[in-house]
């Protein structure tokens, strides 16, 4: 029998899970990966000659990071592991790749798909300023380059990784000047008993804003209407809070709204899609046990909903043994089950986490019309309601067509949130009933080359 | 939920020559219901490459192309906006003697249908364009093409035809259409049924289906064009250019994306799904560095394409149906209808107002695969 071609792209938790777990039952298989080292964003290694110990770059995860970062370690003669790498298309079992190689056609026959999750943004008075980051731009530069994104630096926006990155910086002596939060006291305090879920993790954030407050910086829960001043950077940061309002001097600012999946390599397969109401974002469709409507592809990790770090290893694991039984193994019922009961304990406390740190979705019936909300093509938010109201753009591929929203860099990554929360408030629809954009190679830019690529077959 | 429309003339399909034809109907005084399946301009027209040529096409075609020209012109009168029209010129490129010689023969024959092309010679080539690579051995200009952006030409028509009183009806498919001794019922997904004396199929890639509920022999293949596009680049390509044989055109647009074309992507009408093809793309910008070397390393930021209807002698039907007279057809325009749109809209309103177009449209009969 022939050996089926087993594919993972993407190397952070879940990847790497699934990669080492394909291999430890004597699978051979290809680890496909953007980064140039394993761990993925949240366990993002330096570049080679920039280490640090892990407990200094990671903190309380240190040891989770170092799991990863060695998950391979033995197992290389199983995996080919492909690191700066970027799948810029998918169709049907044909991967086409970009990397140090060059361009090149990789044919699979089962694909686990851990593509990962970066930053939701929601634009705001100078969003585009240079020196405003997103916060897991800001925790990067932290990580990976051991440089902190300003001198006197804010952080905006909601969620768990609002007062970690805050903390993270303070920790590192970068000067905190202010933690606003955009979800209320009242709202994380409805919250808490659903945290409670998982008390460790619930912890830890008590612990970071401990820090936070122990150190005297500021944190100021419910905030709206945030605006950054400043002419070429930022000089600070403005707010309100109920009746009264807030202003404070700063040269960056890190802003996140929650982390939105990676999802366009799922949608170049063909995989369905549905709305997920909680997270207000189109996830690929999949089965309890990871798989996706195509049934040669699995999905594992944020790239399929938000779950965190913690469940992407699991659900990594999990994916790889619902593909070595689809292949016809012997896998480990007991371990399966264990790993379910895992996923399903995470599972209820990120409801609990969407409910304390809700997407503040309101915030785009107000932005100015002069504000831009693509930034690769310059479409501001009057471009967008011009186009809502004098080209009836009923669709967010139509509002695409007419304002070029989401057609240049990014392709939507970035702005699509943004664009598809205006168009329903605006036109007063349910934000799942405006459409999504469609997916179109590539995935990221690739350049204009002359070589035509041969096929492993 | 059953809803019942009678109408003067029922239009399946809302690309640029159904909302043309709507539109022009609408001032001619008939009573228009137009069914699109999605969302109108958002097929063929809306996908395309955005060639606004005459140059390179069928001598049959010259005429209706010559109508459709100083209609791209008047865009803000007639639908109230320029659809990003430009009059940049056409330029072919000769890549070889046999080329030059094709463009030569093709120019001799153009001027006998009133379009003045001018050639260019190995020197003169390179002192107006530089940019161009060395394989490039002469060309043939027409100064007075152009180029447009498609995503807004056709749901502008389609805008201007709501205004003028038709009735567009978009998200709606049709699943049948029959003659029933007088009228033409057409029944569309969700119970609507539309009663007309005339029905116009310019179902674009499905047309061929429609047509085939009618009796009417109509071999569409399927099209996908296969298009993608680079960041912005400082601007210099000055003309639309495409070369003999057709295998890559690109154009620059003035905010500096290089938007390029060529071979074939992946299509199905029964899914409703168009792919571009990564080995297309890449055949595409190797042939792309060899017309302007300047664009290697450029970074490709998109690629799409869609589903158009292709004939196998390459030229659109046009015209009645073999077995019902006020049966009208126009379809099959196989990659290259955007600039005869509104053109298209305007001969369909004269065969049903009038009998009869001025335009000279007899080659397209269907009759011919009969």
């Known amino acids: 029998m022939v050996e089926p071609r087993l594919v993972v792209i993407g190397a952070g938790p879940a990847g790497v899970r699934a990669a080492a777990t394909l291999a430890r039952a004597g699978r051979p298989v290809v680890l496909i990966d953007e980064n140039m080292r394993i761990g993925g964003q949240i366990y993002r290694q330096p570049p080679p000659g920039a280490e640090r110990p892990p407990e200094a770059l990671y903190g309380f995860e240190a040891a989770k990071a170092v799991s990863i970062h060695r998950a391979l370690d033995g197992l290389q003669d199983r995996i080919d592991y492909r690191p700066e790498t970027l799948v810029w298309n998918a169709r049907d079992r044909v991967l086409d790749l970009n990397g140090p190689r060059g361009t090149e056609r990789l044919v699979f026959d089962r694909l686990i798909l851990a593509t990962g999750a970066t930053d939701r943004s929601i634009p705001f008075p100078g969003w585009t300023l240079p020196g405003v980051f997103s916060l897991g731009g800001a925790q990067i530069a932290l990580k990976a380059q051991g440089c902190a994104i300003g001198r006197r630096v804010a952080f905006v926006g909601t969620g768990p990784l609002l007062p970690l990155v805050a903390y993270q910086y303070a920790k590192a002596g970068a000067e905190v000047v202010a933690v606003l939060d955009t979800s209320s006291f009242l709202t994380k305090l409805k919250a808490a008993p659903g945290l409670l879920t998982l008390p460790k993790l619930f912890a830890k954030g008590l612990y970071y804003l401990a820090q936070l407050k122990r150190r005297g910086i500021p944190i100021v829960e419910g905030v709206e209407g945030l605006a950054v001043e400043g002419a070429t950077a930022p000089q600070a940061i403005t707010w309100r809070h109920g009746t009264t309002g807030g202003r404070i001097e700063c040269d960056a600012v890190g802003a996140g709204f929650g982390l939105r999946s990676e999802t366009q390599l799922a949608d170049l397969l063909g995989c369905a899609f549905a709305f997920d109401d909680l997270t207000r974002q189109w996830l690929p469709v999949k089965d309890a046990e990871g798989r996706a409507s195509e049934r040669h592809l699995y999905l594992a990790g944020d790239g399929a909903g938000i779950a965190g770090a913690d469940a992407a290893e699991l659900a990594g694991e999990r994916v790889a043994l619902t593909l070595l039984g689809d292949l016809g193994s012997r896998v480990d019922a007991g371990r399966i089950a264990m790993l379910d009961r895992g996923l399903a304990r995470i599972q209820r406390f990120r409801r609990a986490i969407e409910a304390a740190f809700p997407f503040p979705h309101r915030f785009h019936a107000s932005i100015p019309d002069t504000l831009t909300i693509c930034r690769c093509e310059g479409v501001t938010a009057g471009d967008l309601r011009r186009q809502v109201d004098g080209r009836e753009a009923s669709e967010m591929n139509r509002l695409k067509a007419y304002s070029r929203l989401g057609m240049g860099r990014c392709q939507g990554r970035m702005c699509a949130s943004a664009g598809t929360e205006l168009l329903s408030h605006w036109r007063a629809a349910e934000v799942g009933a405006v459409g999504r954009l469609r997916g179109q190679a590539p995935v990221k830019p690739i350049p204009v080359a002359e070589s035509s690529p041969g096929t492993m077959a | ?370």
Not at chain 2, 120 to 140: C, E, F, M, Q, T
Not at chain 2, 191 to 202: D, T
Not at chain 2, 217 to 225: F, G, I, Y
Not at chain 2, 247 to 259: K, L, S, T
Request: charged share 20%; glycine share 14%; hydrophobic share 45%.
């Open chain 2, 1 to 370: 939920m059953s809803e019942r429309l009678t109408t003067d003339v029922a239009i399946i399909g809302g690309g640029t020559a159904g909302c043309a034809a709507a539109l022009a109907l609408r001032k001619r005084g008939l009573s228009v219901v137009l069914l699109d399946k999605g969302f109108c301009g958002a097929g063929a027209s809306g996908v395309n490459f955005g060639g606004v040529r005459r140059q390179g096409r069928s001598f049959a075609e010259l005429p209706l192309a010559a109508r459709a020209r100083p209609l791209w012109d008047r865009l803000p009168e007639l639908v109230g906006e320029d659809g990003e029209f430009k009059a940049t010129g056409h330029v072919k490129l000769a890549r070889s003697e046999a080329d030059m010689a094709t463009l030569e023969t093709y120019a001799q024959g153009a001027a006998e249908h009133g379009l003045d092309l001018k050639l260019i010679g190995p020197n003169a080539v390179r002192d107006a364009y530089p940019w161009l690579g060395p394989k490039v051995v002469g060309a043939s200009l027409c100064a007075d093409d152009g180029q447009a952006n498609p995503r807004l030409v056709g749901p502008a028509f389609a805008r201007a035809a709501r205004r003028a009183g038709a009735d567009i009806r978009e998200l709606t498919r049709v699943e049948s259409a029959s003659f029933g001794g007088e009228t033409f019922e057409t029944v569309a997904a969700g119970g609507l049924r539309v009663e007309s004396r005339w029905l116009i199929n310019v179902a674009g890639a499905w047309a061929g289906k429609v047509a085939e509920w009618f009796g009417d022999p109509a071999p569409v293949a399927t099209l996908a064009p296969n298009m993608a596009v680079t960041e912005p680049l400082p601007f210099f390509i000055s003309r639309s250019i495409g070369v003999c044989g057709g295998d890559v055109y690109v154009r620059q647009v003035d905010r500096g994306n290089v938007v390029f074309g060529g071979g074939a992507g992946w299509g199905d009408i029964d899914l409703d799904r168009a792919r571009p093809l990564a080995p297309t793309t890449e055949t595409a910008m190797a042939k792309l560095i060899d017309m302007i070397p300047a664009l290697k390393g450029a970074m490709v930021i998109r690629s799409w394409s869609g589903l158009d209807g292709e004939m196998p002698d390459h030229i659109p039907v046009i015209g009645p149906g073999l077995h019902h007279p006020r049966l009208l057809h126009a379809f099959g325009f196989s990659g290259h209808g955007f600039q005869l749109g509104p053109a298209v809209g305007e001969v369909l309103c004269e065969l049903i107002v009038d009998g009869e177009t001025s335009t000279d449209i007899k080659a397209f009969a269907i009759a011919r695969f009969q």
